[in-house]
């Protein structure tokens, strides 16, 4: 079985981060655990690259602002056949949720552009 160990913004369940996973010996409480684990490295800026991550995480939901206190960790199954399969449409969901924030920042409308508008 193919899961999804994500963190989210706790009103709007926005995806912080999420890894698909297919390991049996890895319980549910240990991969939400290390997820845990590399957000807070991340929020502190050590190991970035080496866990996929593009700079240092903000502390907070960059799409609604919730605030990483309030953030939440949940186990998810994949409908798919493969690893293979599952990647795939992991990374299509990525690419729907980025193409969807960029047009939030292009129009203002995220926490990020509102918070960079208020801040210059």
């Given at each position: 079985?193919?899961?999804?160990?994500?963190?989210?913004?706790?009103?709007?369940?926005?995806?912080?981060?999420?890894?698909?996973y297919?390991?049996?010996?890895?319980?549910?409480?240990?991969?939400?655990?290390?997820?845990?684990?590399?957000?807070?490295?991340?929020?502190?800026?050590?190991?970035?690259?080496q866990?996929?991550?593009?700079?240092?995480?903000?502390?907070?939901?960059?799409?609604?602002?919730?605030?990483?206190?309030?953030?939440?960790?949940?186990?998810?199954?994949?409908?798919?056949?493969?690893?293979?399969?599952a990647?795939?449409?992991?990374?299509?969901?990525?690419?729907?949720?980025?193409?969807?924030?960029?047009?939030?920042?292009?129009?203002?409308?995220?926490?990020?552009?509102?918070?960079?508008?208020?801040?210059?």
């Amino acid at each position: 079985m193919i899961k999804l160990v994500q963190c989210l913004c706790s009103e709007q369940r926005h995806c912080i981060a999420a890894l698909g996973y297919n390991n049996d010996d890895l319980s549910d409480k240990e991969a939400i655990e290390g997820l845990h684990e590399a957000i807070l490295m991340a929020l502190d800026g050590e190991g970035v690259e080496q866990l996929g991550f593009p700079k240092k995480l903000n502390p907070w939901c960059g799409i609604c602002g919730a605030r990483q206190s309030s953030w939440r960790y949940e186990i998810g199954i994949v409908k798919a056949g493969t690893m293979r399969e599952a990647e795939r449409l992991l990374k299509r969901g990525e690419i729907e949720q980025s193409s969807g924030r960029a047009v939030l920042d292009a129009l203002g409308l995220s926490y990020d552009a509102w918070k960079k508008k208020h801040t210059n």
